[in-house]
């Protein structure tokens, strides 16, 4: 059974100010219909608007010949445009390094065509901000592009944002993971991991945010484009690549437009788009070619994602091409404040290094409640592992208090020319994955059977596997 919303869930989707009598009848729809609600955030979420003055950031003193740091300048630029009350700063055609860029409200930063933000790769170019790194707040290094607590943002143009970051500068502090040894890391080299655990246990011990406080020494990597908390944000057009981490991670953003964007890079946890604690996001036209996750919906990590309590919810995502990754359109596993009412809607994902198609993870120390998953009209060329995949064993797995809830995922007109194995859906004992459907799939190519265990209420309507409608799933 799908779960459909509270009268008091959605008073509070409709905005605040409103009342039972003033919401339309098409609000309850998704009693019936849950892709109604998804008709309602493509309404509801409006890209800013800003006024027509234009700030060029050359006029500001910036050289676009990549050898001259330009920061001052474009700083200088965006505090003009926002004090006149905002409009357009824009960056011409030409080559021009910088560090991190901070936007302000009611600016749009514009990037012309033949335009290149490269971004440093000298750390002391970004000062310690507040921010959140794998799921957890904590003062770091600034991401290469932030705005914290602004409104009426942008990032546009058909210019690119190059984080040049390689074997030889930022990926190296992944350090060794899994065993093995990579993105330029080698034995006796500085990494991440250590203060990866001090950052893990100060969120455990409730440490105040203020005193978690990383940056030169601790190698943990910036984010590349991040809005904190911050309403009515646009990213348009533009190219990122090369990031030393997330690509797009908005955190605690509300109304949020990602529109036509590339994403290409393969370094160490590059994922594509990381919508974190996100209430109401359209994700449309976008091609990612990752390494790692596509598109990951999180909402915290552990202790501090069930402090903060802030669910993802309301995203919508359609019209994208997803090509190399670990999944297509992800949930987790930085999940700990749950997720609920994820769309996403004709999407092409094609390449035998995309793992998965639909991913869920998640494991006993995250827990978090996730549910109402709709997917419709999902083109898959092939995938390396499996069409969908829910998995309660990922990292630490059953080792925790935090129970894991999946309910009310449906999959519908999902076609996998090479799938693999249709699915593989690991829940854990006491904690089952719960209420998937799947509807009018055509699966082929697979060669392996799937995999269930502590997975309940799989249903499946018009299913086909290479080729023959099938009632069940054979499964190992």
């Known amino acids: 059974m799908i779960a459909t919303p509270s009268r008091r869930e959605v008073l509070h989707y409709a905005g605040a100010g409103a009342t039972a009598a003033m919401l339309p009848h098409a609000a309850f729809a998704a009693e019936t219909d849950?892709?109604?609600?998804?008709?309602?955030?493509?309404?509801?979420?409006?890209?800013?608007?800003?006024?027509?003055?234009?700030?060029?950031?050359?006029?500001?003193?910036?050289?676009?010949?990549?050898?001259?740091?330009?920061?001052?300048?474009?700083?200088?630029?965006?505090?003009?445009?926002?004090?006149?009350?905002?409009?357009?700063?824009?960056?011409?055609?030409?080559?021009?390094?910088?560090?991190?860029?901070?936007?302000?409200?009611?600016?749009?930063?514009?990037?012309?065509?033949?335009?290149?933000?490269?971004?440093?790769?000298?750390?002391?170019?970004?000062?310690?901000?507040?921010?959140r790194w794998e799921g957890i707040e904590l003062i770091n290094y600034s991401p290469f592009l932030y705005a914290h607590g602004q409104k009426n943002i942008a990032l546009t143009g058909r210019g690119t944002l190059d984080g040049q970051a390689n074997a030889?500068?930022?990926?190296?502090?992944?350090?060794?993971?899994?065993?093995?040894?990579?993105?330029?890391?080698?034995?006796?080299?500085?990494?991440?991991?250590?203060?990866?655990?001090?950052?893990?246990?100060?969120?455990?011990?409730a440490v105040p945010v203020e005193k978690r406080r990383f940056g030169d020494g601790h190698y943990l990597r910036p984010s590349f484009v991040q809005p904190y908390a911050c309403e009515n944000v646009l990213i348009e057009g533009v190219r990122l690549i090369n990031s030393p981490f997330w690509n797009i991670h908005p955190?605690?953003?509300?109304?949020?437009?990602?529109?036509?964007?590339?994403?290409?890079?393969?370094?160490?946890?590059?994922?594509?788009?990381?919508?974190?604690?996100?209430?109401?996001?359209?994700?449309?036209?976008?091609?990612?070619?990752?390494?790692?996750?596509?598109?990951?919906?999180?909402?915290?990590?552990?202790?501090?994602?069930?402090?903060?309590?802030?669910?993802?919810?309301?995203?919508?995502?359609?019209?994208?091409?997803?090509?190399?990754?670990?999944?297509?359109?992800?949930?987790?596993?930085?999940?700990s404040g749950g997720a609920r009412w994820?769309?996403?809607?004709?999407?092409?994902?094609?390449?035998?290094?995309?793992?998965?198609?639909?991913?869920?993870?998640?494991?006993?120390?995250?827990?978090?409640?996730?549910?109402?998953?709709?997917?419709?009209?999902?083109?898959?060329?092939?995938?390396?592992?499996?069409?969908i995949t829910c998995d309660f064993n990922y990292e630490e797995g059953g080792n925790g208090p935090f129970k894991p809830q999946l309910r009310n995922i449906v999959v519908e007109r999902l076609r996998a020319k090479k799938a693999v194995r249709i699915i593989d859906s690991q829940g854990l004992p006491g904690a089952p994955v719960q209420g998937i459907l799947l509807r009018d799939c055509d699966f082929g190519g697979v060669t392996e059977k799937s995999i269930l265990r502590h997975t309940e209420g799989l249903r499946l309507d018009n299913v086909r596997v290479n080729g023959r409608v099938v009632e069940a799933l054979e499964a190992a």
């Not at 590059?270 to 974190?276: F, L, T």
């Open 342 to 387: 994820v769309f996403a809607e004709k999407c092409r994902m094609d390449s035998p290094d995309l793992w998965y198609a639909i991913r869920f993870k998640n494991n006993a120390l995250r827990g978090g409640l996730l549910e109402n998953f709709h997917y419709r009209d999902i083109d898959v060329g092939q995938v390396g592992r499996a069409a």
């Open 168 to 205: 030889q500068h930022w990926w190296s502090w992944k350090g060794r993971w899994g065993g093995t040894i990579d993105h330029g890391w080698r034995e006796g080299m500085p990494d991440q991991r250590k203060s990866r655990a001090i950052l893990f246990q100060m969120a455990e011990d």
């Open 251 to 335: 955190v605690l953003c509300r109304n949020v437009t990602l529109r036509n964007v590339r994403v290409e890079g393969h370094g160490p946890n590059n994922d594509g788009c990381d919508p974190e604690s996100v209430d109401h996001m359209l994700i449309e036209g976008c091609m990612f070619d990752t390494g790692d996750d596509c598109i990951a919906v999180n909402s915290g990590r552990n202790a501090d994602g069930r402090r903060l309590a802030a669910p993802s919810q309301n995203i919508l995502i359609r019209n994208c091409h997803m090509k190399e990754g670990h999944g297509g359109v992800v949930v987790g596993s930085q999940i």
């Open 34 to 131: 849950p892709w109604c609600r998804a008709s309602e955030i493509a309404a509801r979420v409006r890209p800013p608007t800003f006024p027509a003055r234009t700030f060029d950031v050359v006029a500001h003193g910036a050289k676009g010949d990549g050898r001259t740091l330009c920061t001052a300048a474009i700083t200088s630029a965006i505090t003009a445009c926002s004090q006149a009350g905002g409009g357009r700063v824009l960056v011409p055609a030409g080559r021009f390094l910088t560090g991190a860029v901070h936007l302000k409200s009611n600016v749009e930063l514009h990037l012309a065509d033949g335009a290149t933000l490269a971004f440093s790769t000298d750390p002391a170019d970004y000062p310690m901000v507040f921010t």
